[in-house]
Protein backbone atom coordinates (compact mmCIF):
# COMPACT_ATOMS: atom_id res chain seq x y z
CA UNK A 1 0.00 0.00 0.00
CA UNK A 2 1.85 3.31 -0.72
CA UNK A 3 3.04 5.26 2.07
CA UNK A 4 1.77 3.15 4.89
CA UNK A 5 3.40 5.05 7.38
CA UNK A 6 1.44 7.53 9.67
CA UNK A 7 1.45 10.72 8.28
CA UNK A 8 1.79 14.05 10.23
CA UNK A 9 -1.56 16.22 10.56
CA UNK A 10 -2.79 17.49 7.58
CA UNK A 11 -1.48 21.48 7.31
CA UNK A 12 -4.32 23.94 6.30
CA UNK A 13 -4.36 24.77 2.85
CA UNK A 14 -6.55 26.82 -0.01
CA UNK A 15 -7.05 24.39 -1.89
CA UNK A 16 -8.30 20.33 -0.99
CA UNK A 17 -6.99 17.54 -2.72
CA UNK A 18 -9.17 14.27 -2.29
CA UNK A 19 -7.81 10.74 -3.46
CA UNK A 20 -10.66 8.92 -5.10
CA UNK A 21 -10.89 4.71 -5.72
CA UNK A 22 -13.32 3.15 -7.72
CA UNK A 23 -13.59 -0.85 -8.08
CA UNK A 24 -16.94 -1.04 -8.42
CA UNK A 25 -17.19 -3.33 -11.75
CA UNK A 26 -14.00 -4.15 -14.00
CA UNK A 27 -12.14 -0.75 -13.94
CA UNK A 28 -9.65 -0.47 -11.29
CA UNK A 29 -8.88 3.38 -10.92
CA UNK A 30 -7.12 5.75 -8.82
CA UNK A 31 -7.67 9.71 -9.40
CA UNK A 32 -6.20 13.24 -7.91
CA UNK A 33 -8.48 16.04 -7.97
CA UNK A 34 -8.60 19.42 -6.42
CA UNK A 35 -11.51 21.27 -5.20
CA UNK A 36 -13.69 18.83 -7.28
CA UNK A 37 -12.71 20.62 -10.32
CA UNK A 38 -8.70 20.21 -11.59
CA UNK A 39 -8.56 16.71 -12.43
CA UNK A 40 -4.75 16.25 -11.76
CA UNK A 41 -4.63 12.61 -12.50
CA UNK A 42 -6.80 9.56 -13.93
CA UNK A 43 -5.53 6.47 -13.61
CA UNK A 44 -7.72 3.68 -15.43
CA UNK A 45 -6.66 -0.19 -15.74
CA UNK A 46 -8.94 -1.61 -17.66
CA UNK A 47 -10.02 -5.61 -17.20
CA UNK A 48 -12.00 -5.93 -20.59
CA UNK A 49 -9.39 -8.27 -22.19
CA UNK A 50 -9.74 -10.34 -19.18
CA UNK A 51 -13.99 -10.68 -19.56
CA UNK A 52 -14.16 -10.84 -23.39
CA UNK A 53 -14.15 -14.40 -24.03
CA UNK A 54 -17.23 -14.91 -21.47
CA UNK A 55 -18.77 -12.06 -22.87
CA UNK A 56 -19.49 -10.07 -19.81
CA UNK A 57 -17.92 -9.50 -16.49
CA UNK A 58 -16.71 -12.37 -14.18
CA UNK A 59 -17.00 -10.58 -10.32
CA UNK A 60 -14.25 -13.39 -9.08
CA UNK A 61 -11.86 -12.16 -12.17
CA UNK A 62 -12.74 -8.96 -11.92
CA UNK A 63 -12.21 -8.72 -7.67
CA UNK A 64 -8.61 -10.60 -8.35
CA UNK A 65 -7.48 -7.87 -10.86
CA UNK A 66 -8.32 -5.07 -8.42
CA UNK A 67 -6.14 -6.89 -6.09
CA UNK A 68 -3.32 -7.11 -8.18
CA UNK A 69 -4.04 -3.71 -9.59
CA UNK A 70 -4.61 -1.34 -7.29
CA UNK A 71 -1.92 -0.46 -5.22
CA UNK A 72 0.06 0.35 -8.53
CA UNK A 73 -2.77 2.30 -9.50
CA UNK A 74 -3.21 4.37 -6.54
CA UNK A 75 1.35 4.97 -6.09
CA UNK A 76 0.56 5.78 -10.36
CA UNK A 77 -2.21 8.43 -9.57
CA UNK A 78 -0.35 10.06 -6.86
CA UNK A 79 2.81 10.31 -9.15
CA UNK A 80 1.17 11.56 -12.17
CA UNK A 81 -0.42 14.14 -10.10
CA UNK A 82 2.97 15.30 -8.43
CA UNK A 83 1.27 15.06 -4.88
CA UNK A 84 2.76 12.93 -1.83
CA UNK A 85 0.33 11.33 0.81
CA UNK A 86 0.81 14.21 2.99
CA UNK A 87 -0.95 16.64 1.15
CA UNK A 88 -4.39 14.37 0.59
CA UNK A 89 -6.88 16.41 1.96
CA UNK A 90 -9.34 13.07 2.34
CA UNK A 91 -10.15 10.29 0.76
CA UNK A 92 -13.26 9.21 -1.36
CA UNK A 93 -14.30 5.82 -2.34
CA UNK A 94 -17.11 4.32 -4.41
CA UNK A 95 -18.86 2.04 -1.51
CA UNK A 96 -22.22 1.13 -3.84
CA UNK A 97 -23.95 0.53 -6.32
CA UNK A 98 -21.64 -2.53 -8.03
CA UNK A 99 -20.50 -5.89 -7.75
CA UNK A 100 -20.06 -6.21 -3.90
CA UNK A 101 -16.40 -8.25 -3.63
CA UNK A 102 -15.20 -5.77 -6.29
CA UNK A 103 -16.06 -3.25 -4.01
CA UNK A 104 -14.54 -4.17 -1.10
CA UNK A 105 -11.16 -3.74 -2.58
CA UNK A 106 -11.41 -0.36 -3.15
CA UNK A 107 -13.18 0.04 0.24
CA UNK A 108 -11.10 -1.67 2.38
CA UNK A 109 -7.67 -0.34 0.81
CA UNK A 110 -9.76 3.42 1.34
CA UNK A 111 -9.71 2.29 5.01
CA UNK A 112 -6.46 0.97 5.29
CA UNK A 113 -5.27 4.63 3.98
CA UNK A 114 -7.91 6.96 5.67
CA UNK A 115 -6.32 4.97 9.22
CA UNK A 116 -2.71 4.89 7.95
CA UNK A 117 -2.71 8.68 7.19
CA UNK A 118 -4.94 10.33 9.77
CA UNK A 119 -7.40 11.31 6.42
CA UNK A 120 -10.78 11.56 6.31
CA UNK A 121 -12.98 8.60 4.73
CA UNK A 122 -15.86 9.86 2.18
CA UNK A 123 -18.15 7.24 0.84
CA UNK A 124 -19.50 8.00 -2.64
CA UNK A 125 -22.25 6.38 -4.70
CA UNK A 126 -20.97 5.60 -8.08
CA UNK A 127 -24.27 6.38 -10.02
CA UNK A 128 -24.21 9.99 -8.21
CA UNK A 129 -21.60 10.10 -9.06
CA UNK A 130 -21.62 9.82 -12.94
CA UNK A 131 -24.69 12.44 -12.17
CA UNK A 132 -22.26 14.63 -11.42
CA UNK A 133 -19.23 13.97 -13.73
CA UNK A 134 -20.55 16.56 -16.45
CA UNK A 135 -19.72 19.35 -14.35
CA UNK A 136 -15.91 17.88 -13.77
CA UNK A 137 -13.72 21.25 -15.41
CA UNK A 138 -16.62 23.18 -15.99
CA UNK A 139 -15.64 26.64 -14.03
CA UNK A 140 -19.53 27.04 -13.78
CA UNK A 141 -21.60 24.90 -12.22
CA UNK A 142 -24.66 23.33 -14.26
CA UNK A 143 -26.53 22.90 -11.58
CA UNK A 144 -29.85 22.66 -11.15
CA UNK A 145 -30.22 20.17 -14.02
CA UNK A 146 -31.84 16.94 -14.98
CA UNK A 147 -29.56 14.15 -15.58
CA UNK A 148 -29.68 11.28 -17.98
CA UNK A 149 -27.43 8.45 -16.82
CA UNK A 150 -26.54 5.50 -19.24
CA UNK A 151 -24.66 2.85 -18.17
CA UNK A 152 -24.69 -0.77 -18.19
CA UNK A 153 -26.25 -1.12 -15.38
CA UNK A 154 -28.43 1.59 -14.74
CA UNK A 155 -30.17 3.92 -17.07
CA UNK A 156 -31.87 6.75 -14.77
CA UNK A 157 -32.82 10.14 -14.42
CA UNK A 158 -32.41 12.94 -11.61
CA UNK A 159 -33.62 16.11 -10.80
CA UNK A 160 -29.64 17.69 -9.67
CA UNK A 161 -30.55 20.64 -7.61
CA UNK A 162 -25.94 20.73 -6.62
CA UNK A 163 -23.38 17.99 -5.60
CA UNK A 164 -25.12 16.50 -2.69
CA UNK A 165 -28.56 17.31 -3.47
CA UNK A 166 -29.45 14.58 -6.39
CA UNK A 167 -32.95 13.42 -6.80
CA UNK A 168 -34.32 9.97 -8.36
CA UNK A 169 -36.94 10.80 -10.93
CA UNK A 170 -36.85 7.08 -12.92
CA UNK A 171 -35.83 4.18 -13.40
CA UNK A 172 -35.03 0.99 -15.30
CA UNK A 173 -37.72 -1.49 -14.55
CA UNK A 174 -35.49 -4.63 -16.15
CA UNK A 175 -32.39 -4.45 -18.73
CA UNK A 176 -30.72 -0.90 -18.45
CA UNK A 177 -29.51 0.45 -21.87
CA UNK A 178 -26.00 -0.71 -21.70
CA UNK A 179 -26.79 -4.08 -20.78
CA UNK A 180 -29.37 -4.23 -23.60
CA UNK A 181 -26.28 -3.29 -25.68
CA UNK A 182 -24.50 -5.90 -24.71
CA UNK A 183 -27.09 -8.67 -25.25
CA UNK A 184 -27.88 -7.17 -28.86
CA UNK A 185 -24.35 -7.19 -29.52
CA UNK A 186 -24.48 -11.20 -28.70
CA UNK A 187 -27.54 -11.59 -30.89
CA UNK A 188 -25.62 -9.82 -33.63
CA UNK A 189 -22.09 -11.92 -33.65
CA UNK A 190 -20.65 -8.37 -32.57
CA UNK A 191 -18.39 -8.97 -29.77
CA UNK A 192 -17.51 -7.75 -26.72
CA UNK A 193 -17.72 -4.56 -25.08
CA UNK A 194 -21.31 -4.67 -26.88
CA UNK A 195 -21.59 -0.46 -26.50
CA UNK A 196 -19.01 0.46 -29.31
CA UNK A 197 -19.21 -2.35 -31.29
CA UNK A 198 -22.89 -1.76 -32.14
CA UNK A 199 -22.13 1.75 -32.69
CA UNK A 200 -19.52 1.11 -35.15
CA UNK A 201 -21.77 -1.66 -36.82
CA UNK A 202 -24.34 1.20 -36.55
CA UNK A 203 -22.19 3.52 -38.96
CA UNK A 204 -22.95 2.16 -42.00
CA UNK A 205 -26.53 1.56 -41.31
CA UNK A 206 -30.43 2.57 -41.82
CA UNK A 207 -31.67 3.64 -38.45
CA UNK A 208 -35.16 3.29 -39.75
CA UNK A 209 -34.74 0.23 -41.54
CA UNK A 210 -36.76 -1.99 -38.78
CA UNK A 211 -39.00 -0.60 -36.80
CA UNK A 212 -38.39 -1.89 -33.42
CA UNK A 213 -40.46 -0.48 -30.14
CA UNK A 214 -40.16 2.35 -28.28
CA UNK A 215 -41.18 0.82 -24.51
CA UNK A 216 -42.62 3.86 -23.20
CA UNK A 217 -44.54 2.48 -20.04
CA UNK A 218 -47.21 5.16 -20.03
CA UNK A 219 -47.40 8.73 -21.14
CA UNK A 220 -46.07 9.94 -18.18
CA UNK A 221 -44.03 7.51 -16.91
CA UNK A 222 -40.02 8.39 -16.17
CA UNK A 223 -39.45 4.90 -15.68
CA UNK A 224 -37.20 2.86 -18.64
CA UNK A 225 -37.37 -0.81 -19.82
CA UNK A 226 -35.49 -2.46 -22.75
CA UNK A 227 -35.95 -5.98 -22.67
CA UNK A 228 -38.44 -5.79 -24.96
CA UNK A 229 -36.54 -4.24 -27.53
CA UNK A 230 -33.84 -6.76 -26.75
CA UNK A 231 -36.52 -9.88 -27.50
CA UNK A 232 -37.71 -7.80 -30.63
CA UNK A 233 -33.98 -8.25 -32.56
CA UNK A 234 -33.80 -11.65 -31.30
CA UNK A 235 -36.65 -12.70 -33.15
CA UNK A 236 -36.30 -10.72 -35.62
CA UNK A 237 -32.59 -12.09 -36.20
CA UNK A 238 -33.99 -15.72 -35.54
CA UNK A 239 -37.79 -15.55 -36.43
CA UNK A 240 -40.49 -15.61 -34.33
CA UNK A 241 -40.34 -17.55 -31.07
CA UNK A 242 -36.36 -18.82 -32.14
CA UNK A 243 -33.17 -17.82 -30.32
CA UNK A 244 -30.45 -19.16 -32.83
CA UNK A 245 -30.21 -20.34 -36.65
CA UNK A 246 -31.08 -16.99 -38.11
CA UNK A 247 -27.79 -14.68 -38.39
CA UNK A 248 -25.69 -16.82 -40.66
CA UNK A 249 -28.72 -15.43 -43.36
CA UNK A 250 -27.86 -12.01 -42.99
CA UNK A 251 -25.69 -9.59 -44.80
CA UNK A 252 -22.82 -7.67 -43.41
CA UNK A 253 -25.30 -4.53 -44.30
CA UNK A 254 -28.34 -6.37 -42.88
CA UNK A 255 -26.76 -6.61 -40.01
CA UNK A 256 -25.70 -2.59 -40.12
CA UNK A 257 -29.42 -2.33 -40.41
CA UNK A 258 -30.53 -3.64 -37.31
CA UNK A 259 -27.79 -2.45 -35.34
CA UNK A 260 -28.50 1.45 -36.22
CA UNK A 261 -32.10 0.37 -35.95
CA UNK A 262 -31.54 -1.09 -32.70
CA UNK A 263 -29.85 1.94 -31.03
CA UNK A 264 -31.75 4.60 -32.63
CA UNK A 265 -34.79 2.93 -30.87
CA UNK A 266 -33.17 3.36 -27.05
CA UNK A 267 -32.07 6.94 -28.25
CA UNK A 268 -35.56 7.79 -29.41
CA UNK A 269 -36.99 6.82 -26.38
CA UNK A 270 -33.51 8.04 -23.54
CA UNK A 271 -34.70 11.15 -25.24
CA UNK A 272 -38.22 11.68 -25.43
CA UNK A 273 -38.14 10.90 -21.31
CA UNK A 274 -35.52 13.55 -20.64
CA UNK A 275 -37.49 15.84 -22.44
CA UNK A 276 -40.53 14.68 -20.30
CA UNK A 277 -38.57 15.53 -17.10
CA UNK A 278 -37.30 18.82 -18.44
CA UNK A 279 -40.78 20.19 -19.05
CA UNK A 280 -42.12 19.22 -16.10
CA UNK A 281 -39.77 20.16 -14.07
CA UNK A 282 -39.36 23.67 -15.56
CA UNK A 283 -35.54 22.69 -15.40
CA UNK A 284 -33.63 24.55 -18.31
CA UNK A 285 -30.29 22.42 -18.25
CA UNK A 286 -29.94 18.62 -19.28
CA UNK A 287 -26.41 16.74 -18.59
CA UNK A 288 -25.32 13.12 -19.56
CA UNK A 289 -23.23 10.58 -18.34
CA UNK A 290 -22.22 7.17 -17.42
CA UNK A 291 -20.88 4.60 -19.91
CA UNK A 292 -22.87 4.93 -22.95
CA UNK A 293 -22.64 8.69 -22.26
CA UNK A 294 -19.50 7.88 -24.74
CA UNK A 295 -21.69 6.90 -27.35
CA UNK A 296 -21.75 9.58 -30.24
CA UNK A 297 -24.72 9.59 -31.42
CA UNK A 298 -26.82 9.47 -28.51
CA UNK A 299 -24.95 12.68 -27.86
CA UNK A 300 -25.43 14.26 -30.75
CA UNK A 301 -29.20 13.47 -30.65
CA UNK A 302 -30.01 14.89 -26.90
CA UNK A 303 -27.76 17.92 -27.72
CA UNK A 304 -29.83 18.79 -30.96
CA UNK A 305 -33.36 18.21 -28.57
CA UNK A 306 -32.08 20.23 -26.20
CA UNK A 307 -31.07 22.89 -28.64
CA UNK A 308 -34.43 22.93 -30.46
CA UNK A 309 -36.15 23.44 -26.89
CA UNK A 310 -33.95 26.14 -25.94
CA UNK A 311 -31.93 23.94 -22.88
CA UNK A 312 -28.55 24.29 -21.97
CA UNK A 313 -26.44 20.94 -22.61
CA UNK A 314 -23.52 19.48 -21.16
CA UNK A 315 -22.30 15.63 -21.48
CA UNK A 316 -19.35 14.50 -18.98
CA UNK A 317 -16.20 14.20 -21.26
CA UNK A 318 -15.52 10.93 -22.66
CA UNK A 319 -12.66 10.26 -20.06
CA UNK A 320 -14.91 10.25 -17.50
CA UNK A 321 -18.11 8.17 -19.14
CA UNK A 322 -16.58 5.02 -18.40
CA UNK A 323 -16.00 4.04 -14.67
CA UNK A 324 -13.26 6.27 -13.60
CA UNK A 325 -12.17 7.81 -10.41
CA UNK A 326 -12.30 11.37 -11.59
CA UNK A 327 -16.15 11.13 -10.47
CA UNK A 328 -15.79 10.08 -6.95
CA UNK A 329 -12.69 12.16 -5.92
CA UNK A 330 -14.96 15.44 -7.60
CA UNK A 331 -18.08 14.07 -5.86
CA UNK A 332 -15.97 13.36 -2.90
CA UNK A 333 -15.00 16.57 -2.59
CA UNK A 334 -18.40 18.49 -1.86
CA UNK A 335 -19.46 15.54 0.34
CA UNK A 336 -16.17 16.11 1.98
CA UNK A 337 -17.04 20.21 2.41
CA UNK A 338 -20.61 19.63 3.67
CA UNK A 339 -19.61 17.25 6.42
CA UNK A 340 -20.57 13.52 4.54
CA UNK A 341 -17.76 11.64 6.21
CA UNK A 342 -17.56 8.06 6.60
CA UNK A 343 -16.00 5.78 9.75
CA UNK A 344 -13.77 2.72 9.31
CA UNK A 345 -16.04 0.01 9.57
CA UNK A 346 -18.02 1.29 6.05
CA UNK A 347 -19.32 -1.58 4.15
CA UNK A 348 -19.96 -2.33 0.69
CA UNK A 349 -23.39 -2.76 -0.75
CA UNK A 350 -24.76 -3.86 -4.27
CA UNK A 351 -27.91 -1.00 -4.45
CA UNK A 352 -27.60 2.56 -4.30
CA UNK A 353 -28.59 4.57 -2.05
CA UNK A 354 -32.49 5.05 -1.25
CA UNK A 355 -33.16 8.42 -3.20
CA UNK A 356 -36.74 9.39 -3.60
CA UNK A 357 -38.58 9.76 -6.19
CA UNK A 358 -40.55 13.41 -7.53
Not at 107 to 127: E, M, N
Not at 129 to 153: C, K, N
Not at 276 to 298: C, D, F, K
Request: proline fraction near 6%.
Amino acid sequence: MPGFAPLRPHAPSSMTTILGIETSCDETSAAIVIDGVEVRSNVVASQVDLHRKYGGVVPEIASRAHIERLDAVIQEALDGAGVAPAEIGAIAVTNRPGLVPALLIGVTAAKTLSWAWGRPLVAVDHIQAHAYSPAIGLSDPPWPAIGLIVSGGHTSLFSIAGPCEIELLGATTDDAAGEAFDKVATILGLGYPGGPEIEKSARAGNPRAVDFPRTMLGPDSLDFSFSGIKTAVLYHVHGQGRTSGGLERLSPAQLADIAASFQQAVIDVLIRKTMLAATRSGISTVVLGGGVAANRTLRSALEAACVSRDLSFHAASPAYCTDNAAMIAALGYHRFTAGHLATLDLDAYSQGQALARA
